[in-house]
């Protein structure tokens, strides 16, 4: 089955700590992204990719960071500096330009749930 | 600035009782207009995407519409199963990014 995956699905963090989400896709997409969900309001972007080895911040990439050394996988790690981390993550792809017709069509993993303790 | 505002936030309705979402946009030049369907605790579902003005799509219960200015989500005869936050997205063109909508929370009661 072709899709995308994200792990964990929970991940809970201590003050101070550095974690890292898995986002990995099996449908031969070029295009990665990254976005926070919180209460409320709307999808908000924090990293893309379009190739790999390269990626742009995107609305809200203070905090974090991310690499895109394999086409397949584009994890996102949540630094101590990001001061309010709790939230939903979700993680993106899309076929990009070689995608023909739906080359912009997004879709999303399940999502990973971090909590700060 | 680009934007993107969907209303009402949430909405209602009986089993079979027809209606319709709305996602209104501001974007300099659209690439593309997107549903999603998304349920408590998991991502987005893709739905739809629409390109140009007069373009329509269905899908079972749902229609999407578009002009230049909005696009309508219409749920005809929701079942309970419908019940779930419908998300809009924008694409603007000479962009990769996309602006989500905060979304419309339907519930349908049997």
């Known amino acids: 089955d072709g899709g995308i995956t994200q792990s964990p699905k929970y991940l809970f963090r201590k003050e101070g700590q550095n974690v890292t989400l898995s986002c990995e896709q099996n449908?031969?997409?070029?295009?990665m992204y990254w976005y926070r969900q919180d209460p409320g309001q709307g999808l908000r972007l924090i990293y893309y990719?379009?190739?790999?080895?390269?990626?742009q911040k995107g609305d809200i990439a203070e905090g974090y960071s991310v690499s895109r050394e394999k086409k397949e996988s584009f994890p996102l790690t949540v630094t101590s500096a990001q001061k309010n981390p709790t939230a939903f993550y979700l993680c993106?792809?899309?076929?990009?330009?070689?995608?023909?017709?739906?080359?912009?069509?997004?879709?999303f993993g399940p999502g990973t749930r971090l909590t700060v303790l | 600035e680009d934007q993107v505002t969907q209303s009402p936030e949430a909405l209602r309705l009986q089993e079979g009782e027809s209606s319709s979402l709305n996602c209104s946009y501001t974007?300099?030049?659209?690439?593309?207009l997107f549903w999603y369907r998304q349920d408590p605790g998991k991502g987005p579902e893709f739905l739809f995407t629409?390109?140009?003005a007069g373009e329509e799509k269905e899908k079972e219960r749902l229609k999407a519409t578009l002009t230049k200015k909005e696009s309508f989500l219409h749920i005809t005869a929701p079942k309970p199963e419908d019940s779930a936050t419908y998300l809009c997205?924008?694409?603007?063109?000479?962009?990769?990014?996309?602006?989500f909508g905060t979304g419309t929370r339907l519930k349908v009661l049997a």
């Open positions: 993106a792809s899309c076929p990009g330009l070689a995608g023909g017709s739906s080359y912009n069509e997004q879709f």
């Open positions: 449908l031969n997409h070029d295009a």
């Open positions: 990719s379009q190739i790999v080895n390269d990626f």
């Open positions: 974007v300099s030049g659209l690439r593309g």
């Open positions: 629409l390109y140009s």
């Open positions: 997205a924008v694409q603007a063109s000479g962009t990769y990014k996309y602006i």
